[in-house]
Nanobody
Framework: QVQYVASGGGLERPGGSLRLSCEASGMIFRVHAMGWYRQVPGKQRELVARISSDGRTNYADSVKGRFTISRDNAKNTVYLQMDSLQPEDTAVYYC???????????????WGQGTLVTVSS
C-alpha cells in the first residue's frame, strides 16, 4: 500500500521561503515520476511541479522561477523548495506519483494528508 507523508509547511511572510518534504513508501520510488500538487478550498487540485525518474523537471507558470523540485531516491523523498512566497501560494500541498497517458499527466495514488502552507503578513 502506497503512502505519502508530507511535511515542512507552516506560516511564512510574503517573500519568505519554505522547504517541503514528502516521503513515499510502498513502491519502488526511483522508477516513478513524482509531482507536487496544491489545493485551495473550493478549487481543483493543481499540479505545480513534477520531476521525472531521471531528474527532469517541469513547473506551472505560477511558480516557475520561484519553486524548485528535487528528489532523493535513497530516502524515497521528494522536496519542494519554495522561495519568494506570495499570498496566492497559500494552499495544502500534496505529493503523488505521476502517470502519463495520451499526453495527460495524472496522479496515480490515493492522496496523503498534505501539508498546509500559509503565506501572510
Amino acid at each position: 500500500q502506497v503512502q505519502y507523508v508530507a511535511s515542512g509547511g507552516g506560516l511564512e511572510r510574503p517573500g519568505g521561503s519554505l522547504r517541503l518534504s514528502c516521503e513515499a513508501s510502498g513502491m519502488i520510488f526511483r522508477v516513478h515520476a513524482m509531482g507536487w500538487y496544491r489545493q485551495v478550498p473550493g478549487k481543483q487540485r493543481e499540479l505545480v511541479a513534477r520531476i521525472s525518474s531521471d531528474g527532469r523537471t517541469n513547473y506551472a507558470d505560477s511558480v516557475k522561477g520561484r519553486f524548485t523540485i528535487s528528489r532523493d531516491n535513497a530516502k524515497n523523498t521528494v522536496y519542494l523548495q519554495m522561495d519568494s512566497l506570495q499570498p496566492e501560494d497559500t494552499a495544502v500541498y500534496y505529493c503523488n506519483r505521476l502517470v502519463e497517458k495520451a499526453g495527460v499527466v495524472r496522479p496515480f495514488d490515493t492522496w496523503g494528508q498534505g501539508t498546509l502552507v500559509t503565506v501572510s503578513s
